[in-house]
T-cell receptor, first 118, second 111 residues
Framework: AQKVTQAQTEISVVEKEDVTLDCVYETRDTTYYLFWYKQPPSGELVFLIRRNSFDEQNEISGRYSWNFQKSTSSFNFTITASQVVDSAVYFC???????????????FGEGTQLTVNP | DTGVSQNPRHKITKRGQNVTFRCDPISEHNRLYWYRQTLGQGPEFLTYFQNEAQLEKSRLLSDRFSAERPKGSFSTLEIQRTEQGDSAMYLCASNKWGEQYFGPGTRLTVT
């Protein structure tokens, strides 16, 4: 069975600080995909990144970066120079390889509430 | 706007009533998913459609829940005889390949 654990329930930082959100996953599949979504107070889930299990290269997009380590089953997310607009709940999610019967249904972690104070 | 849309955005109902929610996916997406999210939790998978076929249902989807996707376009989720435990945000998502795009959700409150 798949499982995603986000051990940090809440994180509070001051603007311009760097912050890392942790994500640990469990799966028996050799092919899988990892995701991060952002859920601002408005409630809509916003896609941030998708990574497949064969690509362990770290990725940077502006102030966002992701560190995928298969050896520790972790897919951590770092925001550099945080801003108040980054305040949201962030979810890490996992899906198996796409199949006819299950599509690519997502298993989500419980989320990390990030608050960036001015 | 060509994103996923959901209606209504909010629904308040009394225990025992039936409710129906609608999801309009992105037009070229043949896969559609329903999730439920309760306060302080991550979304949980409910059911999945490929075109008009409902291919997977979670154990969370009790007999009081039914979902349809006629003609493989929009989808509806109906809850019969609502209970207070059904209060949650119901999220719809769609994709063709790759990442799922989510709608704004329908927040259900059962009083």
């Amino acid at each position: 069975a798949q499982k995603v654990t986000q051990a940090q329930t809440e994180i509070s930082v001051v603007e311009k600080e760097d912050v890392t959100l942790d994500c640990v996953y469990e799966t028996r599949d050799t092919t899988y995909y990892l995701f991060w979504y952002k859920q601002p107070p408005s409630g809509e889930l916003v896609f941030l990144i998708r990574r497949n299990s064969f690509d362990e290269q770290n990725e940077i997009s502006g102030r966002y970066s992701w560190n995928f380590q298969k050896s520790t089953s972790s897919f951590n997310f770092t925001i550099t120079a945080s801003q108040v607009v980054d305040s949201a709940v962030y979810f890490c999610a996992l899906s198996e390889e796409v199949s006819e019967t299950s599509g690519s249904r997502l298993t989500f972690g419980e989320g990390t509430q990030l608050t960036v104070n001015p | 706007d060509t994103g996923v849309s959901q209606n209504p955005r909010h629904k308040i109902t009394k225990r025992g009533q039936n409710v129906t929610f609608r999801c309009d996916p992105i037009s070229e997406h043949n896969r559609l998913y329903w999730y439920r999210q309760t306060l302080g939790q991550g979304p949980e998978f409910l059911t999945y459609f490929q075109n008009e076929a409902q291919l997977e249902k979670s154990r969370l989807l009790s007999d009081r829940f039914s979902a349809e996707r006629p003609k493989g376009s929009f989808s509806t989720l109906e809850i019969q005889r609502t209970e207070q435990g059904d209060s949650a945000m119901y999220l719809c998502a769609s994709n063709k390949w790759g990442e799922q795009y989510f709608g704004p959700g329908t927040r259900l409150t059962v009083t």
